[in-house]
């Protein structure tokens, strides 16, 4: 069975400063998707950014950016200009793309802070 | 925009009480599912359905059942309250169409069983 790890409980970050999350997983398949999701106080999980296993290019999304590595199966979020509002629990996640049972597996999370 | 609306935020119940959580989607969605989340485990599927009337059991499926009638509607049933099912609970909804989609989430249920 797949596992998804976050080392980090929580963290901190000053406004405006940069932050990176980190992710590995565990998996012996060679196609899945991977996902960064964030829950504010308001607790509406809302997804940050994605990446496929198969795409080597790192996926951004305007401040969010994530660095992929398929062969240490870690997979960090960087988080560029932190502003107040990204305070939240971040929840790291894999899903296969090849059983079709399988279903989001999330890791611990890790909440982040954000210091004006 | 995907809206996947639970009936309840917050929710006080009786060790022994039957307890239902409702979980609504207005996207059609084949997948709803419905996760336990604590902290420091972070979310623990309890069931999943891919369709009307279809459940598959997650990792924690023990002390409750799951009821999806319609294909919008997809309820978790504490068949009998216990203290230990204390937990937020969260539903989801993806499409069963693409493995790449998010799943949409609805905003939790605080459940506290006393």
């Known amino acids: 069975a797949q596992t998804v790890t976050q080392s980090q409980p929580e963290m901190s970050v000053q406004e405006a400063e940069t932050v990176t999350l980190s992710c590995t997983y565990d998996?012996?398949?060679?196609?899945?998707?991977l996902f960064w999701y964030k829950q504010p106080p308001s607790r509406q999980m809302i997804l940050v950014i994605r990446?496929?296993?198969?795409?080597?290019q790192n996926a951004t999304e305007n401040r969010f950016s994530v660095n992929f590595q398929k062969a240490a199966k870690s997979f960090s979020l960087k988080i560029s200009d932190s502003q107040l509002g990204d305070a939240a629990m971040y929840f790291c996640?894999?899903?296969?793309?090849?059983?079709?049972?399988?279903?989001?597996?999330f890791g611990p999370g890790t909440r982040l802070s954000v210091l004006p | 925009d995907v809206k996947v609306t639970q009936s309840s935020r917050y929710l006080v119940k009786r060790t022994g009480e039957k307890v239902f959580l409702e979980c609504v989607q207005d996207?059609?969605?084949?997948?709803m599912f419905w996760y336990r989340q604590d902290p420091g485990l972070g979310l623990r599927l309890i069931y999943f359905?891919?369709?009307?009337?279809?459940?598959e059991k997650g990792d924690i499926p023990e002390g409750y059942s799951v009821s999806r009638e319609k294909k919008e509607r997809f309820s978790l049933i504490l068949e009998s309250a216990s203290t230990n099912q204390t937990s937020m609970y969260l539903c989801?909804?993806?499409?069963?169409?693409?493995?790449?989609?998010?799943?949409?989430f609805g905003q939790g249920t605080r459940l506290t069983v006393v």
């Open positions: 996640a894999y899903r296969s793309a090849i059983n079709y049972g399988q279903n989001f597996v």
């Open positions: 998996t012996s398949e060679s196609d899945y998707y």
């Open positions: 990446q496929e296993a198969y795409k080597q």
């Open positions: 996207m059609d969605h084949e997948n």
């Open positions: 359905s891919y369709d009307v009337k279809m459940k």
């Open positions: 989801a909804s993806q499409t069963g169409q693409d493995y790449n989609t998010e799943a949409f």
